[in-house]
């Protein structure tokens, strides 16, 4: 699904985040990726969702090389990635409804398909009786669902996470790690950068390790 090779990335200025990195990642594999602050992880994911390019190397995402998608490919690209994000980047002025439908609204889905799929989305991270609710008002745990269910609603074949748990207690940490496990159970390819390694450490899943833009292990599928 996913596939770094020999992939560099360098910044203007300098500063080298990722050097010479090749790794795989297997359809329907769930893996975690850790590393120290400033390690690369987030440079990493960029580079799947094309907010970057690479300077050196080659990615490629479900046999489609990035290096060739020409710009005015980039969205429909990144609706077949869904991104959960640390920090959930929900929008307050909208329902809990209407910022999981905006991914499928943008894509030009039918109202009927965005309502059924928005409430199916809601209920698979147990929020549908909250849909009409302002985001404002649910706990951290919550929002964190929300931001899932919005990354799921397309039903993409790959989910990345960007510290998902950055900001939630150990108890709500496993539930959405629980989370992501449903999904991956049921086929999607699941990566997740996280600091979390106490709660990584418990769960049976390949770790790749980051330093300093390259991997120290974990970089071979164990599938």
Same mark, same amino acid.
């Given at each position: 699904?996913?596939?770094?090779?020999?992939?560099?990335?360098?910044?203007?200025?300098?500063?080298?985040?990722?050097?010479?990195?090749?790794?795989?990642?297997?359809?329907?594999?769930?893996?975690?990726?850790?590393?120290?602050?400033?390690?690369?992880?987030?440079?990493?994911?960029?580079?799947?969702?094309?907010?970057?390019?690479?300077?050196?190397?080659?990615?490629?995402?479900?046999?489609?090389?990035?290096?060739?998608?020409?710009?005015?490919?980039?969205?429909?690209?990144?609706?077949?990635?869904?991104?959960?994000?640390?920090?959930?980047?929900?929008?307050?002025?909208?329902?809990?409804?209407?910022?999981?439908?905006?991914?499928?609204?943008?894509?030009?889905?039918?109202?009927?398909?965005?309502?059924?799929?928005?409430?199916?989305?809601?209920?698979?991270v147990g929020l549908l009786?909250?849909?009409?609710?302002?985001? !404002? $008002?649910?706990?951290?745990?919550?929002?964190?669902?929300?931001? =899932? /269910? +919005?990354?799921?609603?397309?039903?993409?074949? %790959?989910?990345?996470?960007?510290?998902?748990?950055?900001?939630?207690?150990?108890?709500?940490?496993?539930?959405?790690?629980?989370?992501?496990?449903?999904?991956?159970?049921?086929? !999607? $390819?699941?990566?997740?950068?996280?600091?979390?390694?106490?709660? =990584? /450490? +418990?769960?049976?899943?390949?770790?790749?390790? %980051?330093?300093?833009?390259?991997?120290?292990?974990?970089?071979?599928?164990?599938?």
């Amino acid at each position: 699904m996913i596939q770094f090779d020999d992939v560099s990335k360098r910044y203007p200025g300098g500063h080298s985040a990722l050097n010479h990195l090749s790794f795989q990642v297997d359809h329907n594999e769930m893996v975690f990726l850790t590393g120290h602050s400033g390690a690369g992880k987030s440079t990493l994911l960029k580079l799947i969702m094309m907010m970057e390019r690479p300077t050196s190397g080659q990615v490629f995402v479900d046999g489609k090389n990035l290096n060739r998608l020409s710009s005015r490919k980039i969205p429909q690209h990144r609706r077949e990635v869904g991104v959960v994000f640390q920090n959930h980047q929900l929008l307050f002025d909208r329902t809990v409804f209407d910022n999981v439908a905006l991914p499928l609204i943008i894509a030009g889905f039918q109202p009927r398909d965005v309502g059924r799929r928005v409430r199916a989305a809601l209920d698979k991270v147990g929020l549908l009786d909250k849909e009409k609710k302002s985001p !404002v $008002t649910l706990s951290g745990g919550e929002q964190q669902r929300v931001g =899932i /269910a +919005r990354a799921v609603v397309n039903k993409p074949k %790959l989910l990345l996470a960007d510290e998902p748990t950055g900001n939630l207690d150990p108890q709500l940490s496993a539930e959405i790690m629980h989370l992501f496990e449903q999904f991956n159970q049921v086929g !999607v $390819t699941v990566l997740i950068a996280t600091h979390d390694l106490s709660l =990584i /450490a +418990r769960m049976p899943y390949r770790v790749m390790s %980051l330093q300093e833009g390259q991997i120290l292990h974990g970089g071979v599928s164990t599938l």
